[in-house]
């Protein structure tokens, strides 16, 4: 398997706009995380799915954050408008199940200018 | 709520030397998993080692071990022979035995290996 896939690697782009950022998990990991890496508050989860079903997005900081998984092999994350404090490393992690450690995709270097 | 505190911001060790990370985590849970996590200048995130914390006996994968204090709340990691790929930060990290992933993150701690 190729591991947690999240694209694109890094994205810049001007306050204001649209920003979608994606992720394929492993195959047959029932879990999807993602997390925020920021210098101010280090790893802080964001959201989590079970089964495509999100189950905790009480970390998500505001109503402009909103993530999806329509399918078992696809998640986004989407930031609408993006402002320059959103600025960071956004990780997807998947897992397969109770229990188990989370796997860890390279991660979006996100830049809002 | 859970939390992890790793206290040591920066760090440093020599080559072939021994360095201890400290990690200290709060919980009433008595079920849960312990991890540490390297993050090298990739910042890809890779699982180093991990504790069950029903499992007294400490966790061991090649040159890194734990020392896992159940009672006082303790989990360091001890890195031999340290190399200078080693260089990294390592996270601690908590997670309950009933969640599958949800990982609980400390600081960090920016570990320098220098020649």
């Known amino acids: 398997d190729a591991g947690v896939i999240q694209s694109p690697r890094h994205e810049v782009t001007e306050m204001g706009q649209e920003v979608t950022l994606r992720c394929k998990p492993i195959s047959g990991h029932d879990y999807l995380f993602w997390y925020r890496q920021t210098m101010m508050r280090g790893l802080e989860l964001l959201i989590y799915f079970n089964n495509n079903v999100p189950i905790d997005d009480s970390g998500m900081p505001e109503d402009r954050f909103s993530a999806k998984m329509p399918n078992a092999s696809f998640s986004t994350l989407k930031i609408q408008p993006s402002e320059p404090r959103d600025s960071a490393v956004y990780f997807c992690?998947?897992?397969?199940?109770?229990?188990?450690?989370?796997?860890f995709g390279q991660g979006t270097r996100l830049t809002v200018v | 709520a859970q939390t992890v505190t790793q206290s040591q911001p920066e760090m440093s060790v020599q080559e072939a030397e021994t360095v201890t990370l400290s990690c200290t985590y709060d919980t009433s849970e008595n079920n849960y998993y312990l991890f540490w996590y390297k993050q090298p200048p990739s910042r890809q995130m890779i699982l180093v080692i991990r504790q069950e914390a029903y499992k007294q006996q400490n966790a061991t994968e090649n040159r890194f071990s734990v020392n896992f204090q159940k009672a006082a709340k303790s989990f360091s990691l001890k890195i031999s022979d340290s190399q200078l790929g080693d260089t990294a930060m390592y996270f601690c990290a908590f997670m309950m035995r009933n969640q599958g992933g949800k990982l609980i993150f400390g600081q960090g701690t920016e570990l320098s290996v220098k020649p």
């Open positions: 992690a998947s897992s397969p199940g109770l229990g188990t450690e989370a796997f």
